[in-house]
T-cell receptor, first 114, second 116 residues
Framework: AQKITQTQPGMFVQEKEAVTLDCTYD???????LFWYKQPSSGEMIFLIY??????QNATEGRYSLNFQKARKSANLVISASQLGDSAMYFC???????????FGTGTSLTVIP | EAQVTQNPRYLITVTGKKLTVTCSQN?????MSWYRQDPGLGLRQIYY???????DKGDVPEGYKVSRKEKRNFPLILESPSPNQTSLYFC???????????????FGDGTRLSIL
């Protein structure tokens, strides 16, 4: 079974609008961390936001927020007020504390339309 | 400047010719890892290391070797490269300790390997 599932290969959003990128995960661990990374066309991997499984509040970092629904095992990334520079691939990832591996999803390609 | 440095950035080589991709970090991180990125498959972990002399297989270790003799370095070795190892490779590092695994990985700029 896939540890991380991103079901949206591509998404479009109008500039200044908000967009939600979906991520579901599969783990039987009680303790784990969830991460989102951005990969622009230049190729580097940029860390955006982190959510711990025991965190009671949704994580926020500037225009990024993580909609964490533990019972549904989802960790969706919300980007508010989209900008042209947000056009990129976005990856959801997880690390289980009992193990040492990181698992990444297949990514979502976001295009911001002027 | 805190960084993960990979070399080379680009390499075209032929089947069977041994190659090494170097990775070095200057953040005193315990955890280091190698990934390959292929279209439609995302990033898949090849090997990781929790500390010096401690390494373990990720999801796609076949055809690769690693070593961790020093904390800062984690080279990826392809003993006999084959065309199916043509890919974009990333090295990453992070602190190992922390509650809920909350240490984000810092990535190198990537190495694009083409094996003919």
């Amino acid at each position: 079974a896939q540890k991380i599932t991103q079901t949206q290969p591509g998404m479009f959003v109008q500039e200044k609008e908000a967009v939600t990128l979906d991520c579901t995960y599969d783990t039987s661990d009680q303790s784990y961390g969830l991460f989102w990374y951005k990969q622009p066309s230049s190729g580097e991997m940029i860390f955006l936001i982190y959510q711990g499984s025991y965190d009671e509040q949704n994580a926020t970092e500037g225009r990024y927020s993580l909609n964490f629904q533990k019972a549904r095992k989802s960790a969706n990334l919300v980007i508010s007020a989209s900008q042209l520079g947000d056009s990129a691939m976005y990856f959801c990832a997880m690390r289980e504390v009992t193990g040492n591996q990181f698992y990444f999803g297949t990514g979502t390609s976001l295009t911001v339309i002027p | 400047e805190a960084q993960v440095t990979q070399n080379p950035r680009y390499l075209i080589t032929v089947t069977g010719k041994k190659l090494t991709v170097t990775c070095s970090q200057n953040m005193n991180h315990e955890y280091m890892s190698w990934y390959r990125q292929d279209p439609g498959l995302g990033l898949r972990q090849i090997y990781y290391s929790m500390n010096v002399e401690v390494t373990d297989k990720g999801d796609v270790p076949e055809g690769y070797k690693v070593s961790r003799k020093e904390k800062r370095n984690f080279p990826l070795i392809l003993e006999s490269p084959s065309p199916n190892q043509t890919s974009l490779y990333f090295c990453a590092s992070s602190l190992f300790r922390g509650p809920s695994g909350n240490q984000p990985q810092h990535f190198g700029d990537g190495t694009r390997l083409s094996i003919l």
